[in-house]
């Protein structure tokens, strides 16, 4: 898909202001001034910041877009194929093992699918609200009471915590006592999908990825709402009002 402009970009997501004051900034020393990470400044603290996300978000929407609708698809494929097996309308074992087994193998890989997928999607999203953090100065307080917040817990909260999840799931599938980082995660997803921390037998009840879950409830399957829940967070983290 093309690449939207930056002045679409801003139009689309009300960041309009943004067109003024994206200057190049002197130190008081008069020199040039440059970001943390060696890129020339435009604009204040706020503006570069969010000048900066805006870029990088733009770059990285089609990649989110055609992540998004395979993950989709594979996502509703796996609760069409495990739906019909609960209510018992799918291939028994003992009638057609062949059948069974072909089954099983299409929930496995549109599981695996609509999670990696949806991982991926989280991760690239995480990278950009990581680095609009850093670019902001932003405290952890301000990360976690930044808008729009899903039980209890910010967007960014929810996609950091996704993303730990995607990258160290065989990592969580392994431990008996989280580690603080993890149950930290933990604590957040199952917040998130209203499920326990932990199992009656203590055991971390989140053991595989769960990415495609997590998305499926706070989009509802919708990418400009995905999309939309961005640039409201990207907004209140910079206090962009």
Not at 1 to 4: G, L, V
Not at 95 to 122: C, K, M, Q, R, W
């Given at each position: 898909?093309?690449?939207?402009g930056f002045d679409e970009t801003?139009?689309?997501?009300?960041?309009?202001?943004?067109?003024?004051?994206?200057?190049?900034?002197?130190?008081?020393?008069?020199?040039?001034?440059?970001?943390?990470?060696?890129?020339?400044?435009?604009?204040?603290?706020?503006?570069?910041?969010?000048?900066?996300?805006?870029?990088?978000?733009?770059?990285?929407?089609?990649?989110?877009?055609?992540?998004?609708?395979?993950?989709?698809?594979?996502?509703?494929?796996?609760?069409?194929?495990?739906?019909?097996?609960?209510?018992?309308?799918?291939?028994?074992?003992?009638?057609?093992?062949?059948?069974?087994?072909?089954?099983?193998?299409?929930?496995?890989?549109?599981?695996?699918?609509?999670?990696?997928?949806?991982?991926?999607?989280?991760?690239?999203?995480?990278?950009?609200?990581?680095?609009?953090?850093?670019?902001?100065?932003?405290?952890?307080?301000?990360?976690?009471?930044?808008?729009?917040?899903?039980?209890?817990?910010?967007?960014?909260?929810?996609?950091?915590?996704?993303?730990?999840?995607?990258?160290?799931?065989?990592?969580?599938?392994?431990?008996?006592?989280?580690?603080?980082?993890?149950?930290?995660?933990?604590?957040?997803?199952?917040?998130?999908?209203?499920?326990?921390?932990?199992?009656?037998?203590?055991?971390?009840?989140?053991?595989?990825?769960?990415?495609?879950?997590?998305?499926?409830?706070?989009?509802?399957?919708?990418?400009?709402?995905?999309?939309e829940m961005s640039f409201v967070?990207?907004?209140?983290?910079?206090?962009?009002?």
């Open positions: 898909m093309p690449i939207h801003l139009a689309r997501f009300g960041l309009e202001r943004l067109k003024v004051g994206l200057d190049l900034q002197l130190t008081k020393s008069g020199d040039i001034a440059i970001t943390r990470d060696g890129d020339l400044q435009f604009g204040n603290r706020q503006g570069n910041a969010l000048f900066r996300f805006v870029e990088r978000w733009r770059h990285s929407e089609s990649s989110i877009g055609e992540l998004f609708l395979p993950m989709l698809k594979a996502g509703r494929r796996l609760i069409e194929l495990t739906s019909a097996r609960e209510r018992g309308e799918a291939p028994q074992l003992h009638l057609d093992p062949n059948a069974y087994h072909e089954t099983t193998e299409a929930i496995v890989e549109a599981d695996l699918l609509s999670a990696t997928l949806a991982g991926a999607i989280f991760v690239i999203l995480n990278n950009l609200f990581y680095r609009l953090k850093l670019d902001l100065n932003a405290t952890d307080d301000d990360w976690r009471v930044a808008t729009p917040v899903i039980q209890g817990f910010s967007f960014g909260q929810i996609t950091n915590a996704a993303a730990a999840n995607f990258r160290h799931y065989d990592e969580w599938a392994a431990t008996k006592s989280p580690k603080p980082t993890q149950l930290d995660s933990m604590n957040v997803l199952c917040g998130v999908l209203a499920r326990p921390v932990q199992s009656q037998h203590g055991i971390p009840t989140i053991r595989e990825n769960i990415c495609w879950k997590v998305l499926e409830v706070i989009t509802q399957g919708s990418l400009i709402s995905f999309h967070y990207a907004k209140s983290l910079a206090k962009f009002h």
